[in-house]
């Protein structure tokens, strides 16, 4: 699952439409369904079932859709080409699974709020400091006294 996470994923069906055991062939190929070899070959067959069965029974964890139209071989077989994707869900497994082999991500503690005091202070020094930068007259005296 996790190698699909970043690739352009489809899955190829073939379901024989006039045999008992009409699904034969299904085949994952990666960022082109048209490539004469696949790159994952699932040994699944079907007896009188829907492609939308396979889907869900042996790959819950993806979402689909048609990638092309349903690509009809003479009556005989017909070629169900499916772009898949990781389902939200998959992706929180894999987020979850990735926790607990490597931790949580390195995240510094959180700064407890300040005291009414401090707040002032941080106020009070802030605003001095702004008007300290927005005062002309205080860097034109710094100006005259370089020369």
């Known amino acids: 699952m996790e190698e699909w996470k970043d690739k352009d994923v489809y899955i190829v069906i073939e379901d024989w439409v006039n045999k008992s055991i009409n699904i034969r ?5 990666y960022d082109d369904p048209d490539k004469p070899e696949a ?8 007896v009188r079932t829907s492609v939308h069965a396979i889907m869900h029974g042996y790959f819950p964890w993806l979402t689909y859709y048609y990638a092309e139209e349903i690509q009809d071989g003479s009556g005989e077989v017909e070629g169900h080409v499916l772009y898949v994707s990781l389902s ?6 894999l987020d979850l699974e990735s926790y607990f082999r490597d931790g949580p991500d390195e995240q510094a503690d959180p700064q407890p709020p300040l005291s009414e ?3 002032r202070e941080r106020i009070l020094h802030e605003s001095s400091y702004e008007e300290w930068l927005n005062d002309e007259s205080y860097h034109q005296e710094e100006d005259d006294t370089d020369q």
């Open 25 to 29: 062939r299904v085949a994952a190929y």
């Open 39 to 46: 790159d994952l070959e699932f040994d699944i067959v079907a």
């Open 88 to 93: 939200d869900r998959a992706k929180a497994f």
């Open 117 to 119: 005091e401090e707040e």
